[in-house]
């Protein structure tokens, strides 16, 4: 079993800068996968950023250039630094880990003036 415990979320400016964070714990996969999915009331829950225990990032067309996934294997923790930030960023973010497709509660990120 795997838990996963995001923080940093919170109210930004548009323009602004936000960094969650994902910590995992419990038995982690050798190879995995990790990533940043976001869902705004009403809509369908979207991937936004993913980054392989080696390194290899994958991004959203909406948030390339902007947003940035990295992750410290030794602390087993994602992160997402999110700058330039738009309103439409408003979301409920969650952290996902695969293989066993664990999902952690979420962290409400809200970008508003």
């Known amino acids: 079993q795997v838990q996963l415990v995001e923080s940093g979320g919170g109210l930004a400016q548009p323009g602004g800068s936000l960094r969650i964070s994902c910590a995992a714990s419990g038995s982690m996969p050798m190879i995995n996968l990790m990533g940043w999915y976001r869902q705004a009331p009403g809509k369908q829950r979207e991937m936004v950023a993913l980054?392989?225990?080696?390194?290899?990032?994958n991004y959203a067309d909406s948030v390339k250039g902007r947003f940035t996934i990295s992750r410290d294997n030794a602390k087993n923790t994602v992160y997402l630094q999110m700058n330039s930030l738009k309103s439409e960023d408003t979301a409920v973010y969650y952290c996902?880990?695969?293989?066993?497709?664990?999902w952690g509660q979420g962290t409400q990120v809200t970008v508003s003036s």
């Open positions: 996902k880990l695969v293989p066993g497709g664990y």
């Open positions: 980054i392989s225990n080696g390194g290899s990032t």
